[in-house]
């Protein structure tokens, strides 16, 4: 048995003549084309589970769902949907036993005698209990973390140099502080437990980013003893990107491009127990699809994406159940 897992960022999924963020809104005509767009791309997809990003309106996401017919009969669940700000959803043809939404750190981050301000995420995570047809229960994140834009007071120059890369270390120091808070929550799912975890979503930084690593943990040396090196593995996610790049002998992952840089903002990651490698495990990352063909390098040519596509790639990963 195989299933597909995709992740995808919908760029500002609104419904029609609603106003975000301060004055934009989609006209009606705009927002028929987006929710076409988004049914088509999950054609392609054909994906079981896909986490999404950006959803203003659940409205919105139903009516673009509801232009696939493969999730005809399928589960979705939105996190908190107001239309004030943007967040995750799931969508699943398998069975959600169970869900929540969650909102707040389990605890204030304290790091050195420093309690770190921040006690929330920017987005809710969305953590979904889903069982497969072989009776597997696997647990799904969906997450949204912090985007690189600068966090820059209204009241001062936002052209200065220096106000700019405040702005920047703001927006850095709250994407790592929401990841380790990510962080906090898999080790509840991953420590001492042979249960499969999925973790997927845009995490606004690529796959050797302090604060992707700090989602993922870092695998063991090699010369560490036994016991250590199996309590790491325990508690580590894998990226699909990594695991079809050493299958293979190219990589041309990239799932965003801004101001002429290719970056991997969009991951999917799994535990030890859908990794080949584990003998151990129930499933196996196979093949993984990414759906940048519609993104274009604005540096080099004078199109853009269109207002109703995403400024993001989709991704799917293929895994084999054992």
Aim: with cysteine.
């Amino acid at each position: 048995m195989e299933i597909k897992i995709g992740s995808f960022n919908l760029f500002n999924l609104v419904a029609a003549g609603k106003k975000y963020y301060g004055h934009r809104v989609y006209s009606k005509s705009d927002y028929n084309k987006k929710i076409s767009w988004i049914g088509s791309q999950l054609q392609r997809m054909e994906a079981d589970i896909v986490g999404f990003q950006e959803v203003f309106h659940e409205e919105a996401l139903r009516d673009a769902v509801s232009k696939c017919h493969a999730y005809r009969h399928a589960e979705l669940i939105v996190a908190n949907a107001t239309g004030d700000r943007p967040v995750v959803a799931l969508v699943s043809q398998h069975k959600v036993l169970k869900y929540d939404i969650i909102e707040e750190f389990k605890e204030t981050l304290d790091i050195d005698g420093m309690q770190v301000p921040i006690t929330s995420f920017s987005r809710p995570v969305l953590r979904a209990l889903i069982q497969l047809p072989n009776g597997l229960e696997v647990t799904v994140y969906v997450v949204h973390l912090k985007s690189k834009r600068p966090m820059i007071p209204e009241e001062v120059d936002r052209f200065d140099p220096v106000e700019k890369a405040k702005g920047q270390a703001r927006s850095l120091i709250r994407r790592a502080a929401e990841a380790t808070a990510l962080r906090d929550l898999l080790l509840e799912e991953l420590k001492d437990r042979d249960h499969p975890v999925i973790m997927l979503g845009d995490v606004n930084d690529n796959g050797l980013a302090v604060t992707t690593r700090i989602i993922s943990g870092d695998p063991p040396f090699r010369n560490m003893p036994e016991k250590v090196r199996r309590e790491l593995w325990d508690v580590l996610l894998y990226h699909v990107k990594d695991i079809q790049a050493r299958m293979s002998f190219q990589d041309f992952y990239y799932s965003h491009i801004h101001n002429g840089h290719y970056e991997a903002l969009d991951h999917i990651m799994v535990s030890q127990e859908l990794v080949a490698q584990n003998p151990a495990h129930v499933g196996k990352v196979g093949f993984v699809t990414v759906l940048n063909d519609h993104l274009i390098d604005e540096t080099l040519s004078d199109e853009r994406v269109e207002l109703w596509q995403s400024d993001h790639a989709q991704v799917v990963a293929s895994i084999e159940m054992r």
